[in-house]
């Protein structure tokens, strides 16, 4: 595995492959690696002839109370990791590298239909920061297909919707959530969990898999948000929202019927957890 720091040279590398015909996949991260990150590399492998991934923590998506400085660094165990997954290829530039002018005040790409909402509202320009660096990334990568993880559900859309605005001629696929044998969605951020939190996060995902029963079974929506978000509270956690949403756009749900998915966010200790189930509901009864 090559591993480069500079966009120039990465360029060229990968500008080489594409004139040998060759399709480039995408798989982009912030380090912190675990078996999530890896399923991504393993369908970039089937979806492309190389794999490029990146590591960056991206400075623009953190809000002035996250946890920018102290998110987990392990780029070495990282490196380790994605070239025994078959990585050809490691971007891992330093935040100058990609804000040559500072991320104070670069320019930047937003996405409002998608981004306001959810954890858009309790991480205002979060997602302006997601979407900035991935149009950066598209850009210098320039891949035909890029892998995200279905676990951000929201970040997912917002990417979509970027793609197709921007016209960028990328596939973006989702990866369903990788699980805990428990049924912990994986995250970089579980470290933050003590031993007994780590006990009692695994509530979030069967909250979730409780709602989306009910739901099939013809419950309300607002109802549902409602008794799920009461669950997490008796759970322990400090719910930061429950939504029964449209899956495709993230719109409410208006009528019965149609597939929905079921978004949640929830402070356990230090950790923000989020995780999310997609539902097929029938109009009328259980499908």
């Given at each position: ?264 966010a929830a402070w356990l200790g230090r950790a923000r957890l989020i995780d999310n189930l997609r539902v097929r509901c029938g109009g009328a009864g259980t499908q």
């Amino acid at each position: 595995m090559e591993i480069l720091t500079r966009i120039r040279s990465t360029r060229a590398v990968v500008d080489g492959w594409r004139r040998q015909g060759q399709r480039i996949a995408l798989v982009p991260t912030m380090g912190n690696l675990h078996a999530g990150h890896l399923a991504l590399v393993e369908e970039a492998r089937r979806r492309g002839d190389r794999v490029v991934a990146t590591i960056f923590v991206n400075p623009l998506q953190f809000g002035p109370q996250e946890d920018f400085t102290a998110y987990p660094r392990t780029l070495a165990e990282d490196q380790r990791r994605l070239s025994g997954a078959g990585v050809d290829l490691l971007f891992a530039p330093e935040v100058e590298e990609v804000y040559p002018r500072g991320s104070a005040e670069p320019s930047r790409v937003e996405v409002p239909a998608l981004a306001s909402a959810l954890c858009g509202a309790s991480r205002p320009g979060h997602f302006t920061g997601v979407a900035t660096v991935v149009a950066k990334l598209f850009n210098i990568i320039q891949p035909e297909v890029a892998l995200f993880g279905e676990k951000d559900y929201q970040q997912l859309l917002v990417i979509r919707r970027l793609t197709e605005d921007l016209c960028f001629p990328v596939e973006v696929v989702g990866v369903p959530t990788v699980r805990e044998s428990d049924g912990l969605a994986m995250s970089s951020r579980n470290a933050y969990l003590n031993s007994v939190e780590r006990q009692q996060a695994p509530e979030l995902y069967r909250s979730l898999c409780a709602a989306a029963d009910a739901l099939r079974a013809g419950r309300p929506a607002g109802r549902v948000e409602r008794e799920t978000e009461a669950a997490l509270q008796g759970a322990g956690f400090r719910p930061d929202y429950v939504a029964v949403r449209r899956a495709d756009d993230l719109g409410p749900v208006s009528e019965p019927g149609g597939e929905q998915v079921i978004l949640a966010a929830a402070w356990l200790g230090r950790a923000r957890l989020i995780d999310n189930l997609r539902v097929r509901c029938g109009g009328a009864g259980t499908q």
